[in-house]
């Protein structure tokens, strides 16, 4: 691809600094990671990464293209062949001008304080059971539910369908987390998760992408295939004990949050890979705008 380029950073950083001096104003997204690529400092920026802020707080960011549906009802970023520049410009300008025109509350997630489900559906006089890991049992259980702990996918499954035959029990939370597991596992594999990488990062960069691809998707290997084999029977066992008129909802992400935890770390830790920096954090983008989608599924059993 750059094959037959001729021009250096030093050239990049030269037309940069012909257009922006000390006192101009940059305005974009992640501005940090451009920044970092052109090995310039700059004080005075926008950044709507950062003015819009993510609903969990901390060092969580909002992908552009998130941002850019939901406040400009703009679709972007849809190409196979990469970002464009400009519609990135050009949305993190509108963004920026939107916050300044509506004020620092604008697009902020609305504070509250967060009440425990099960508690709820016990002031309304719902008997509910919560069967998980011991440490999610503890955390997130009331004093008027069932809390049954488990150590398997198998067992939480046997449970749920027991507490199903309760006509005493209005409401029943189970967690199958072999999936999850799968993909902590994975991370840890240094030799596993370098080849993981190097292939994201040849899908992000192709030229021949097709048009209508949306997003980074790896190859499934036949591991993870068999363990979404048994995910899949495990809900359908679920669904085949549940009496009529109960309603089954699954709730579930579209990313593999393993990877992204741990890619900050490897960026905070400033672990050594055979990825540049800016190689992990256009990989990050990426998976974490992934990750940032849940997918709900609802189903009434008749």
């Avoid at 995910?231 to 949050?257: Q, V």
């Amino acid at each position: 691809m750059l094959n037959e380029v001729t021009t250096t950073l030093k050239d990049v950083q030269d037309d940069f600094l012909k257009l922006v001096n000390q006192e101009t104003i940059l305005v974009g997204h992640s501005l940090e990671n451009d920044l970092l690529a052109l090995k310039i400092s700059h004080k005075l920026v926008i950044d709507t990464a950062v003015l819009y802020k993510h609903p969990r707080g901390g060092s969580y960011k909002t992908a552009l293209r998130i941002l850019a549906k939901k406040f400009l009802s703009r679709e972007i970023q849809q190409s196979g062949a990469g970002h464009d520049s400009i519609e990135d410009a050009r949305a993190a300008l509108e963004l920026a001008l939107l916050k300044i025109k509506n004020g620092p509350d604008f697009g902020s997630p609305p504070s509250f304080t967060r009440k425990k489900l099960l508690s709820t559906l016990g002031e309304c006089g719902k008997t509910s059971s919560m069967i998980d890991d011991i440490s999610i049992v503890k955390r997130y259980s009331s004093e008027t539910s069932n809390a049954f702990p488990v150590c398997s996918d198998d067992e939480a499954l046997l449970k749920a369908k027991k507490e199903a035959k309760n006509e005493r029990t209005h409401f029943i939370w189970t967690q199958f987390s072999e999936l999850n597991s799968f993909y902590e596992k994975q991370v840890e594999d240094a030799e596993n998760l370098n080849g993981k990488l190097a292939e994201m990062l040849s899908l992000l960069t192709c030229e021949k992408k097709s048009v209508n691809k949306k997003g980074i998707h790896c190859g499934m290997t036949t591991e993870l295939k068999d363990v979404i084999t048994r995910l899949n029977r495990r809900i359908r066992g679920l669904y085949a004990a549940l009496p009529t008129n109960t309603m089954l909802i699954i709730c579930t992400g579209h990313g593999d949050t393993a990877i992204v935890r741990k890619l900050r770390k490897m960026l905070g830790d400033q672990s050594e890979t055979k990825m540049s920096r800016e190689s992990i954090l256009k990989v990050l983008e990426e998976l974490q705008a992934q990750a940032e989608v849940a997918l709900c599924f609802l189903g009434l059993k008749n």
